[in-house]
């Protein structure tokens, strides 16, 4: 699949490096620049790679970051403990991440084993929001959860300035 150089550069500025083993764009923010690629299960270098949605957007890392800092995941994971239902459903959001890692290749390494402690823990909210925005609401009722507390990160415009063009001219 090929990438639109576009959103290379943003992407690459978002990330402050090289972006490596980019498959996709998984979701585009609502300013318009891509939020959350989808990596290849490989990475060029061969490494295994199980963060299949990886989210890029610095403004909504760090909100997420401010949420982890704040007990969300001590309190989501005490949630999975004593809510069956939940726990069901952040189950199958395990297994709706590893159907999509599979039908972007098979790495032994990784498998069975999602991401930001799926399906049993809650480790990392920044995959769980990844997930939520590229695969969509209520697949992830935590991912899901995490997005709502965000709020528009968006809605002061793109996260990152990039070069529409040559010398930042339009090419339109």
């Not at 004593?82 to 039908?103: Q, S």
Request: one cysteine or more; proline letters at 9%.
């Amino acid at each position: 699949m090929s990438i639109d150089p576009a959103d290379i550069a943003a992407i690459e500025a978002q990330l402050g490096r090289v972006p490596r083993g980019i498959a996709g764009i998984g979701h585009r923010c609502g300013c318009g620049l891509p939020d959350v690629v989808t990596t290849e299960p490989r990475l060029p270098d061969g490494t295994p790679f199980p963060t299949t949605y990886y989210l890029t957007c610095p403004r909504a890392a760090s909100r997420i970051g401010t949420l982890e800092g704040g007990g969300t995941m001590k309190e989501m994971q005490d949630r999975l403990g004593t809510d069956p239902e939940l726990a069901g459903a952040y189950r199958k959001a395990h297994e709706a991440y590893l159907a999509a890692r599979a039908e972007l290749g098979t790495v032994e390494e990784i498998a069975g084993i999602s991401a930001g402690g799926m399906p049993d823990r809650v480790k990392c909210l920044h995959v769980l929001a990844g997930q939520s925005l590229a695969q969509g609401p209520g697949v992830n009722p935590l991912g899901d959860e995490v997005l709502e507390e965000l709020g528009a990160w968006w809605a002061t415009g793109p996260c990152v300035d990039v070069p529409t063009g040559p010398a930042g001219e339009d090419p339109a």
